[in-house]
């Protein structure tokens, strides 16, 4: 079973619009890291914003910010004020700290438009 | 830069052959993990070594080895390459394994293309 669902396999926005990127998860390990990634065109992996199952409060970092909701298994990014730079691929990923090892979603290719 | 090192960037080998993809982990991370990324099947988890001992792994097929050293750096060899091997392959660190190593960083991969 898919642990990690990245429902867009694509997006086109606008540049300065706010954007969010779905991602729903499924574990039944209480203990677990949410990961989001940006993979621009030149493949490398770049880490955007973590966060942990036990968090009270939604990550943030920068223009990211994860909008956790631990009921509903999702934990969509949101980026604010997009910019041409932030066109590229968007991985989100879990880690369940019985198993330790990370597992990815399918990804979600952000088109930012000028 | 995520602090994670791999080398070599690109390669180009023939089917049949052997290669060895290094990554050195960032300074004072004890979890080392490799992935697979092709077009097909997206990114795919290979194994993870803590402080030298392999702890998980993933769809890493017979003809793939890893192991990580005692300065902990890590090598992922790849033998018998067939073209279905074509892909970027990860390596990412981080400082710990559950809940002592939060974030995990990955190097810039390596492009490896079987002709």
């Known amino acids: 079973a898919q642990k990690i669902t990245q429902t867009q396999p694509g997006m086109f926005v606008q540049e300065k619009e706010a954007v969010t990127l779905d991602c729903t998860y499924d574990t039944s390990d209480p203990s677990y890291g949410l990961f989001w990634y940006k993979q621009p065109s030149s493949g490398e992996m770049i880490f955007l914003i973590y966060q942990g199952s036990y968090d009270q409060q939604n990550a943030t970092e920068g223009r990211y910010s994860l909008n956790f909701q631990k009921a509903r298994k999702s934990a969509n990014l949101v980026i604010s004020a997009s910019q041409l730079g932030d066109s590229a691929m968007y991985f989100c990923?879990?880690?369940?700290?019985?198993?330790?090892?990370?597992?990815f979603g399918k990804g979600t290719r952000l088109h930012i438009l000028p | 830069d995520s602090g994670v090192t791999q080398t070599p960037k690109h390669l180009i080998t023939a089917t049949g052959q052997r290669v060895t993809l290094r990554c050195s982990p960032r300074s004072g991370d004890l979890s080392v993990y490799w992935y697979q990324q092709s077009l097909d099947q997206g990114l795919q988890f290979l194994i993870q070594y803590y402080n030298g001992e392999e702890r998980a792994k993933g769809n890493i097929l017979e003809r793939f080895s890893a192991q990580q050293f005692p300065d902990l750096h890590s090598e992922l060899n790849l033998s018998s390459l067939e073209l279905g091997d074509s892909a970027l392959y990860f390596c990412?660190?981080?400082?710990?394994?559950?809940?002592?190593?939060?974030?995990?960083?990955f190097g810039e991969g390596s492009w490896l293309t079987v002709v």
């Open positions: 990923a879990m880690r369940e700290y019985r198993d330790d090892k990370i597992i």
């Open positions: 990412a660190s981080s400082a710990g394994t559950g809940t002592a190593g939060n974030t995990i960083y």
